[in-house]
């Protein structure tokens, strides 16, 4: 028992240094309007009984609960876009839905008020820097608001209405303005706007929202750009729905992204776990879904502002998203965890899916003060964060099927083993590689057995 402690707390601990390569970083997904409230005297339109109104989240409020994020294991934060939104809302079922998520600009030189300043984005980087965190800006170059100045002073940059056409270019999204980033005015704009704002304050990435509906030569030039003026290790992550490794076959082919966000990890894992897909299955999946060229990466995530929450799909079964949190640890890629999915945040569909961020009891003036936590499951997520950063192979060795059958899956990188047992009755232990396994993470309960619904980390102490 003692060897075993000795190892673990070895393994828990000696943590690397953060490196150019994003197969070593744990993303960390935030809604800003949903996360933390630190400065009341921005707040605008906040209104907490409306879903789809702002609540107060802002760059201050981030920026005071990084060291929640540290204490996780994450090595760095996305969180949605920061500039000016439409004021005017729209309706939605019948209540006004206002731009709270940051993909409906007004301006995209400005920062909107709600959320802060230039100079609190500022202090967000550089605080965040000297933590070891890095950052992540999410930026829109496909459309503005609804409503917004452009559509009336500057037409001629804009498709609407009958302008708008049916392939993916020319598409107006959901019914968006569609900015024609085809012309060099547009782009020189947007560029400014964008790189602009991430070299003054010092940004690590972009995430790219909605990639595919803009052409691949903007990208290619967005990339020439984006080297020139922030850097060769700058990190461009795109979001292409429904995307996989055969989708990013060609973005990373042309060398526009270096990761691409993996929509199929969800979508599998969470057939898994309810009984759909069969662990067969799932392990030729798993063991062959990061095939792409080095240097790439897909970011697999089991949450986001788009879907309803992992745990709400699984029934509130917690056990169940253990499961898929230490799927999600040993893949291969830069995994994504979206706020509050650590401490239990269930939200079903849209609007739900994009609840306040839970601070239990708190004196503090937060959107969500007083909704309850799961520590209990942020502790096991934590201790499989501290697990994946400790252990080079678990990010970056090839992966393999020791046993997949019935309810059990036991995937191999190296010296480290997982195994799961999706099954709500307790499963033999499949025959392991030769060497002295020992557990370190998860069920200790009995080495034999892998108990209902339960995951094990073992290592090879041979």
């Given at each position: 028992?003692?060897k075993?402690?000795i190892?673990?707390?070895?393994l828990?601990?000696?943590?690397?240094?953060?490196?150019?390569d994003?197969?070593?970083?744990i993303?960390?997904?935030?809604?800003?309007?949903?996360?933390?409230?630190?400065?009341?005297?921005?707040?605008q339109?906040?209104d907490l009984?409306?879903?789809?109104?702002?609540?107060?989240?802002?760059l201050?409020g981030?920026?005071?609960?990084?060291?929640?994020?540290?204490?996780?294991?994450?090595t760095?934060i996305?969180?949605?876009?920061?500039?000016?939104?439409?004021?005017?809302?729209?309706?939605?079922e019948?209540?006004p839905?206002?731009?709270?998520?940051?993909?409906?600009?007004e301006?995209?030189t400005q920062l909107?008020p709600?959320?802060?300043?230039?100079?609190?984005?500022?202090?967000l980087v550089?605080?965040?820097?000297s933590?070891?965190?890095k950052?992540?800006?999410?930026?829109?170059?496909?459309?503005?608001g609804?409503g917004?100045?452009?559509?009336?002073?500057r037409?001629k940059?804009i498709?609407?209405?009958?302008?708008?056409?049916?392939?993916?270019i020319?598409?107006c999204?959901?019914?968006?303005?569609?900015?024609?980033?085809?012309?060099?005015?547009?782009?020189?704009?947007?560029y400014?706007?964008?790189?602009?704002?991430?070299?003054?304050?010092g940004a690590?990435?972009?995430?790219?929202d909605?990639?595919?509906?803009?052409t691949?030569?903007?990208?290619?030039?967005h990339?020439?750009v984006?080297?020139?003026?922030l850097?060769?290790d700058?990190?461009?992550i795109?979001e292409i729905?429904?995307?996989?490794?055969?989708?990013?076959r060609?973005?990373?082919?042309?060398d526009?992204l270096?990761?691409?966000?993996?929509?199929?990890?969800?979508?599998?894992?969470?057939?898994?776990?309810?009984?759909?897909?069969?662990t067969?299955r799932?392990?030729?999946?798993?063991?062959?879904?990061?095939d792409?060229?080095?240097?790439?990466?897909?970011?697999?995530?089991?949450?986001?502002?788009d879907v309803?929450?992992?745990?709400?799909?699984?029934?509130?079964?917690?056990?169940?998203l253990?499961?898929?949190?230490a799927?999600?640890?040993?893949?291969e890629?830069?995994?994504?965890?979206?706020?509050g999915?650590?401490?239990?945040r269930?939200?079903?569909?849209w609007?739900?899916?994009?609840?306040?961020m839970?601070w239990?009891e708190?004196?503090?003036?937060l959107?969500?003060a007083?909704?309850p936590?799961?520590?209990a499951?942020?502790a096991?997520?934590k201790?499989?964060l501290?697990?994946?950063k400790?252990?080079?192979e678990?990010?970056?060795a090839?992966?393999?099927?020791?046993?997949?059958?019935g309810?059990?899956l036991?995937?191999?990188?190296?010296?480290?083993i997982?195994?799961?047992?999706?099954?709500?009755?307790?499963q033999?232990?499949?025959?392991?590689?030769?060497?002295?396994?020992v557990?370190?993470l998860?069920?200790?309960?009995?080495?034999?057995?892998?108990?209902?619904?339960?995951y094990?980390?073992m290592?090879n102490?041979g």
């Amino acid at each position: 028992m003692f060897k075993r402690i000795i190892l673990m707390m070895a393994l828990l601990y000696a943590l690397p240094a953060q490196s150019a390569d994003w197969k070593d970083e744990i993303i960390y997904f935030i809604m800003l309007d949903r996360f933390s409230d630190g400065d009341q005297t921005n707040n605008q339109t906040v209104d907490l009984d409306n879903p789809i109104a702002f609540h107060g989240g802002d760059l201050k409020g981030l920026t005071d609960k990084l060291d929640e994020i540290v204490d996780l294991g994450a090595t760095a934060i996305w969180f949605t876009p920061v500039v000016q939104q439409v004021i005017t809302p729209i309706e939605a079922e019948g209540i006004p839905f206002h731009g709270h998520h940051g993909y409906w600009a007004e301006d995209f030189t400005q920062l909107d008020p709600r959320y802060g300043t230039e100079a609190d984005l500022k202090a967000l980087v550089d605080t965040a820097h000297s933590k070891g965190l890095k950052i992540i800006l999410d930026v829109v170059y496909n459309h503005v608001g609804y409503g917004a100045e452009w559509t009336r002073t500057r037409p001629k940059w804009i498709r609407q209405g009958d302008d708008c056409g049916g392939d993916a270019i020319t598409l107006c999204l959901s019914g968006l303005p569609d900015l024609k980033t085809e012309l060099p005015a547009v782009r020189d704009y947007l560029y400014e706007a964008h790189i602009g704002l991430a070299e003054r304050v010092g940004a690590d990435g972009f995430r790219l929202d909605t990639y595919k509906h803009i052409t691949q030569e903007f990208w290619k030039d967005h990339r020439v750009v984006t080297r020139e003026r922030l850097g060769e290790d700058f990190f461009l992550i795109g979001e292409i729905w429904d995307a996989d490794k055969y989708i990013a076959r060609k973005p990373f082919e042309e060398d526009t992204l270096d990761g691409v966000l993996d929509f199929s990890f969800r979508d599998r894992t969470m057939k898994l776990l309810n009984g759909v897909e069969d662990t067969a299955r799932y392990a030729r999946y798993f063991t062959k879904r990061h095939d792409v060229p080095d240097g790439y990466v897909l970011a697999p995530f089991l949450s986001s502002h788009d879907v309803p929450m992992l745990l709400a799909m699984l029934r509130g079964d917690t056990d169940k998203l253990r499961i898929a949190f230490a799927l999600l640890m040993f893949a291969e890629g830069t995994p994504v965890i979206t706020w509050g999915e650590e401490i239990g945040r269930r939200g079903g569909l849209w609007p739900d899916n994009r609840e306040d961020m839970a601070w239990g009891e708190s004196n503090e003036q937060l959107p969500g003060a007083n909704l309850p936590r799961d520590e209990a499951l942020r502790a096991d997520v934590k201790s499989m964060l501290s697990l994946r950063k400790a252990h080079t192979e678990i990010r970056h060795a090839d992966v393999q099927t020791v046993f997949a059958g019935g309810d059990v899956l036991v995937l191999q990188k190296g010296s480290v083993i997982l195994a799961v047992n999706r099954g709500n009755s307790g499963q033999t232990m499949p025959l392991l590689p030769d060497g002295e396994w020992v557990t370190v993470l998860g069920s200790h309960s009995d080495e034999l057995t892998l108990p209902a619904k339960s995951y094990r980390f073992m290592v090879n102490d041979g």
